[in-house]
C-alpha cells in the first residue's frame, strides 16, 4: 500500500476511441481534459484498490492494457465528478497482471496536482 501524489503534468486524452471495443466509456461519462498514466503489477490472487483525489471534476479507471500500443478494455472505472474516486479491481489469475491505470480530468487541461492512493490485499 501507499500514496503518490503532488503536480502532474501529462497531455494526453484517453478518451472512448483508444478503447476496446471503440466508443466504450469506462465511466458512461466523457472525460476530455488531461490524462496522468500510472501502472500497477498485482500478484495472483490479489485485489487492488484505488483511491483518487484531486480538486477538478474527474475520473479514475484501469485497462487491461496501454491504449498507445492497441486498444485496450477497461476493467473498472468511477466518476463522481467532484470528489474522491475508488475502485478495486482482482486478479483472479494464477498469473500476476499489469494494470494501466488512468486519472481522468473532465476539462482540465495541462497540468495538475493530484492524490492517488492505493492497496494490494489477498483475496
Given at each position: ?96 497482471v499489469t494494470y494501466v491505470i488512468i486519472l481522468d ?19
Amino acid at each position: 500500500s501507499g500514496i503518490m501524489g503532488g503536480l502532474l503534468v501529462y497531455n494526453h486524452n484517453y478518451d472512448a476511441a483508444t478503447l476496446s471495443p471503440p466508443g466504450a466509456s469506462c465511466t458512461g461519462y466523457s472525460s476530455n481534459g488531461s490524462d496522468g498514466v500510472v501502472t500497477a503489477t498485482v500478484g495472483p490472487m490479489q485485489r487492488l484498490t484505488l483511491v483518487y483525489e484531486t480538486p477538478f471534476d474527474s475520473a479514475l479507471y484501469v485497462l487491461d492494457g496501454c491504449p498507445d500500443t492497441g486498444p485496450a478494455a477497461c476493467l473498472e472505472g468511477a466518476d463522481r465528478a467532484f470528489g474522491t474516486e475508488s475502485v478495486t479491481v482482482d486478479n483472479n489469475s494464477a498469473n500476476p497482471v499489469t494494470y494501466v491505470i488512468i486519472l481522468d480530468q473532465y476539462n482540465h487541461f495541462g497540468a495538475f496536482e493530484y492524490a492517488l492512493s492505493w492497496n494490494i490485499t489477498n483475496l
